[in-house]
């Protein structure tokens, strides 16, 4: 039988994708202070992007920390401890005078995305709806960030060049503080269902891992994370060093932001009549196009900007076809866990990109070999993600059979 529901689910799915949505995008926008942090510390690139990567690296890990939480003892007490150290983490940048204080700020933000962002959350809003409205729902967490992130980037370009950069982030950590009431109304204590759970943690896990298509799923989404933690925080610094103004980098990354809310709502509606893992595959494949299109067009604020745009269509449209893929193996009672070691892979692709892109920089003073990179993993991607077997485990199809 269905779980007991407490309150209506637009309200569980509303609160999460306001949470999420500000979680996500005021990480996101952090490559906007990769040149004022590191011009005013007299440091190279390579320590921010390394305190970045680490930030991806314990979200990575801390994800499926927070997952178990998420659905053993509810989302509204992991999001409530996400929110406090996206703001801890925020103002420890504004305090370091060396690369190691930005990389304990790192694994403060880390932590507070593991907490408050997409992973923590996709198990309650995938257990808040019916399975067949399951994708679309978990779509709207990734069209509220891309929703946010549009709003987000210029939002904080304006308090940086009002305020400076330290004050630019303390009023951020100010933004983040307005999502903590939303913790509240997200349920704040395990899942109540009549039966008992089928599963406990460990065979859930040993399920999982005995799944090949959930390596693949797995392999393929660390692609993502190389893609979306290189891109974003790096594209700024990139424009600036063809000699593009600052605007072209801060456009461009509202541009990922605004076609990302139209790519992750096509995503979203795509389950409904195409297979997941065939809608990944042409994901990945058009990220290996645009990003060779990098290498041979000409660097202008169109081409910059166009480009981007055409890249925010294939952003977070992943989340909800990989987070549902693992639905569709395992069903909702470990979802965020399950979901979280996915995106273990995600972040130690974020961490790769993000290690790779500041020490080939600061070692050759050009991005050309990341983009080689980039566009060789997603024609990767898209070959792990056609042999994916997209239907339920066969205890799920025992039970269903029995039912």
Not at 11 to 24: D, H, K, N, S
Request: with cysteine; net charge positive.
């Amino acid at each position: 039988m269905n779980a007991v529901r407490i309150r209506p689910d637009w309200v569980t799915v509303m609160a999460a994708c306001l949470i999420t949505g500000l979680a996500m995008s005021l990480r996101q926008v952090l490559g906007l202070y990769l040149r004022p942090v590191t011009m005013d510390l007299g440091i190279g690139r390579e320590p921010f992007s390394n305190a970045m990567a680490l930030a991806n690296l314990v979200w990575g890990f801390g994800a499926i920390l927070f997952g178990f939480l998420a659905d053993k003892y509810g989302a509204g007490r992991t999001a409530a401890i996400g929110v406090l150290c996206s703001m801890a983490g925020f103002f420890l940048i504004t305090q370091a005078s060396t690369g190691t204080g930005l990389l304990v700020a790192g694994v403060l933000l880390g932590i507070g995305s593991s907490g408050s962002g997409v992973t923590a959350l996709v198990g309650a809003v995938g257990r808040a709806v019916p399975p067949e409205q399951r994708t679309a729902a978990i779509a709207s967490l990734g069209m509220a960030t891309g929703i946010a992130t549009f709003l987000a980037y210029p939002y904080v370009h304006v308090l940086i060049e009002a305020f400076g950069w330290r004050t630019s982030l303390l009023l951020v950590a100010g933004t983040v503080a307005l999502t903590l009431p939303l913790t509240m109304i997200l349920p704040g204590g395990p899942v109540t269902a009549v039966t008992v759970r089928a599963q406990t943690m460990i065979e859930a896990f040993r399920e999982a891992f005995a799944t090949p298509s959930f390596w693949l799923l797995t392999f393929g989404f660390f692609v993502c994370g190389f893609h979306v933690a290189f891109y974003s925080v790096h594209l700024p610094a990139f424009v600036q060093d063809q000699g593009l103004g600052a605007w072209v980098g801060v456009w461009s990354l509202m541009a990922v932001g605004i076609a990302n809310i139209i790519g992750t709502w096509l995503a979203g509606q795509s389950g409904r009549f195409f297979q997941k893992r065939t809608v990944l595959t042409t994901i990945y494949f058009a990220r290996t196009v645009l990003f060779f299109g990098l290498l041979v067009l000409p660097i202008t604020p169109l081409t910059i900007i166009a480009t981007s745009a055409l890249l925010g269509l294939f952003w977070l449209s992943t989340i909800p076809l990989t987070s549902a893929l693992v639905g569709t193996f395992f069903g909702t009672s470990w979802m965020s866990m399950l979901f979280g070691f996915v995106f273990l892979s995600h972040q130690l692709g974020s961490f790769l990109g993000l290690v790779l892109a500041g020490r080939f920089y600061d070692a050759t003073h050009s991005y050309t070999l990341m983009w080689w990179i980039s566009a060789g993993l997603g024609l990767v991607a898209g070959l792990l993600n056609l042999p994916i077997k997209e239907r339920p485990v066969p205890r799920l199809l025992a039970a269903a059979a029995a039912g």
